[in-house]
């Protein structure tokens, strides 16, 4: 599966709005169909309805998993409804979903515009046949601008032959602007094999048992350092950063891999996303080569917002989504 990067200013990119339908259009073109000169990451639109749709990943050498997307205004037309299901039969219906109606009646949450109009929000997506990471510049935070982040799709595991190694990761309340709502940019800072945040589900635990899991995501100590409230979280790349940019000795950028934990052990890691060991090294948007040991890797720098009881300072991060076809 080759990993490629589309964003709202490529020629004939479908344009993000406010408005109903605006989202499935985005990942019709993204996932499904191509665009101008883009072609599609490798998935198939299983069902379809209004203004809704029910996507496929790619089934060879993946869970094959799906995710359900409701963007006909379910709560307002500046967000749509987004869930994950093993199997389906039609929109909205299908089995063993993550999260599950008792972990959130309506899924989780992807934030498209702060607006409920016409306006055209610039986004960004990473995407392979098998997991996908969508960045939106809603409007909600400007100069400098920070985006909402949703993921969905397939990671790499550290269980030989897992079977369930996806998830889905966004917002978990409807019509907020709140940054604490944002959570593929948060990290825990404590207790970081148990630790859970909302908008964080797996398809099934390590055991293999149905049912949706609740889970955590930590990184490198040298990012995760604790706020001086004592919150158990912080920003990816935020200003509880340890290490100056660059990195002295090297002039280096730093990165670390984004682990996925729950029930006590270390599940495994996100495909292609990168915390840096720096407080926002880069420009929002700016893509990046690798040298040395990320030698061949290219990466695009995007903004992110978090939870955290911390000062502001806490909760503006960043994070690097590698687009180069080299995730391992």
């Known amino acids: ?6 964003k709202s200013t490529d020629a004939s990119a479908p344009s993000l709005t406010g408005q109903v339908g605006s989202l499935v259009a985005l990942l019709d073109a993204v996932l499904v169909n191509g665009y101008g000169s883009k072609t599609a990451a490798g998935w198939t639109k299983a069902f379809s309805g209004t203004n809704s749709a029910s996507y496929r990943m790619a089934t060879s050498g993946n869970t094959g998993f799906y995710l359900d997307v409701n963007d006909n205004a379910p709560s307002t037309a500046r967000e749509a409804r987004m869930r994950g299901y093993e199997a389906m039969t039609a929109v ?20 498209k515009s ?14 392979d046949g098998s997991c996908f990471y969508l960045f939106i510049d809603t409007g909600d935070w400007t100069a400098p601008n920070y985006s909402t982040a949703f993921q969905f799709g397939d990671f790499f595991s550290y269980k030989s032959g897992d079977a369930y190694n ?63 409230s004592g919150s158990g979280y912080c920003a990816a790349g935020g200003s509880g950063a340890a290490i100056s940019y660059p990195n002295y000795p090297d002039s280096g950028l730093l990165l670390a891999p984004l682990f996925i934990a729950h029930n006590g052990y270390v599940r495994g890691y996100f495909k292609g996303l990168w915390v840096p060991c720096h407080f926002q090294p880069c420009g929002h948007g700016d893509q990046v080569s690798g040298t040395g040991v990320m030698s061949a890797k290219s990466f695009i720098a995007i903004n992110t917002r978090s939870n955290s009881s911390g ?10 989504a590698e687009y180069s076809d080299t995730w391992s």
């Open 92 to 111: 909205a219906t299908g089995t063993n979903a993550f999260p599950t109606s008792a972990q959130s009646s309506f899924g989780l949450v992807c934030r």
């Open 166 to 228: 996806c998830c889905i990761v966004s917002r978990q309340a409807e019509n907020d602007n709140n940054a604490y709502q944002e959570k593929l940019g948060e990290i825990c800072v404590s207790n970081v094999t148990t630790q859970v945040q909302t908008g964080c589900f797996l398809a099934r635990a390590a055991t293999g048992v149905a049912g949706s899991v609740n889970f955590g995501k930590f990184t490198s100590i040298l990012v995760g350092v604790a706020t001086t």
């Open 114 to 127: 702060t607006s409920a109009d016409a306006t055209a929000r610039p986004w960004y997506m990473v995407a």
């Open 1 to 6: 599966m080759t990993v490629r990067l589309y």
């Open 311 to 320: 000062s502001n300072g806490w909760q503006y991060g960043q994070l690097l």
